[in-house]
């Protein structure tokens, strides 16, 4: 199906795939599985390494994994292993590690074909259109909490030319609320243009943003990221961003965006820390790697969130995020209410949260 497989021109929606399920289709469970021997190992290992070398953004740093590569497959370390999942699983694991780069990973697919510089046919929009909807667009959960609060539930960031509509109409819905807490625990990352689009609600009229650059070393081009001008819908009220160890990729730059612009108090765990985009390369016998191509350039800070994760402005465990956010919106509602009403409204809804009488979101972590 066009939205598992990964576009070696469109990188930022290969890792919106990545997030959402398998980045390549698996094998069917009816296909032979071919066992590896030793030649097949060394050949794979030799195109890694050329891929590698050619492609990876940091090449002191490709060249040094690429020597503990080898002098680890010289030791023998992967002569036992003689499935194709078993040996993918493997390399990711140790190019992880050797490159202290999480956005790298090795498939077994076969079935997996590059679309290189072609324009997607209307038969193969309509499909990925088809794909994206039945993941709801990455929108996981909307809700009105007590206290007019307003809750968003993203897991991740679909292809830009996808979502416009989706976050109009949800944003939409939540327009209306004193405050929003975006949930961000889960969300694997994704198109760097849908991240700007969303940030694009929460600026004024006529406030556009500088949030993003991409360095992509494979074309030696470097694309900046604006907020959308053409947005019609503005949310002026306070955000709070919940963040953990499992937010990812194109879900901590939405979250680094939000603290760098000063526009969002982030809630939570520290991050990640992967930061560099990732393009697919075609191996023999079946494998493909996503090697990281590019890398992040803040404009207020000049780096970017690569290993050291985006760290919250109130820490705290992941599970208790959201109860943190929505006792912090409350407690500022609070301070600039004026109207007795709502000064008591607010007041009983803050008292019934302590006593832990409100039900909250839940938070079931994947095991990843």
Not at 82 to 103: P, V, W
Not at 206 to 218: A, P, W
């Amino acid at each position: 199906m066009i939205a598992a497989k990964l576009k070696q021109t469109a990188v930022v929606a290969g890792i919106w795939l990545a997030m959402a399920a398998s980045a390549w289709a698996a094998p069917p469970e009816s296909e032979a599985k071919p066992q590896l021997d030793a030649q097949s190992q060394n050949a794979v290992l030799e195109a890694l390494a050329r891929q590698i070398e050619a492609n990876y953004i940091f090449p002191d740093t490709a060249s040094q994994t690429i020597a503990a590569l080898k002098d680890k497959a010289q030791r023998g370390a992967y002569r036992e292993m003689r499935s194709s999942e078993q040996f993918a699983a493997a390399l990711t694991e140790d190019l992880r590690r050797l490159a202290g780069d999480k956005h790298f990973r090795l498939e077994f697919a076969p079935s997996f074909t590059p679309e290189g510089n072609t324009v997607p046919s209307t038969e193969q929009v309509a499909e990925e259109r088809k794909d994206v909807a039945q993941m709801a667009w990455g929108i996981r959960r909307v809700e009105r909490l007590a206290g007019n609060v307003g809750y968003l539930d993203l897991r991740g960031f679909p292809p830009s030319y996808l979502v416009g509509p989706a976050y109009q109409s949800v944003l939409s819905l939540l327009s209306g609320t004193d405050a929003l807490i975006l949930d961000l625990r889960q969300n694997r990352g994704g198109d760097p243009a849908s991240v700007a689009q969303l940030l694009s609600y929460f600026f004024a009229p006529g406030d556009e943003r500088h949030l993003n650059d991409i360095y992509t070393r494979t074309s030696n081009t470097t694309r900046a990221f604006w907020t959308n001008p053409a947005v019609s819908l503005h949310y002026a009220r306070p955000v709070y961003v919940l963040t953990s160890s499992q937010t990812f990729s194109g879900g901590e730059e939405c979250a680094y965006d939000f603290q760098t612009q000063q526009r969002g108090t982030l809630v939570g765990e520290t991050t990640g820390g992967a930061a560099n985009p990732v393009g697919p390369f075609v191996l023999p016998h079946g494998f493909v790697v996503a090697i990281p191509i590019g890398r992040p350039i803040n404009p207020i800070t000049k780096t970017n969130w690569e290993r050291v994760g985006v760290k919250p402005d109130v820490p705290v465990e992941a599970a208790k995020a959201l109860e943190t956010a929505w006792r912090a919106a409350l407690s500022g509602l609070l301070k600039e209410a004026s109207d007795p009403d709502r000064r008591q409204s607010l007041q009983g809804v803050l008292a019934r949260l302590d006593k832990g009488e409100l039900e909250l979101p839940a938070y079931r972590p994947t095991k990843r």
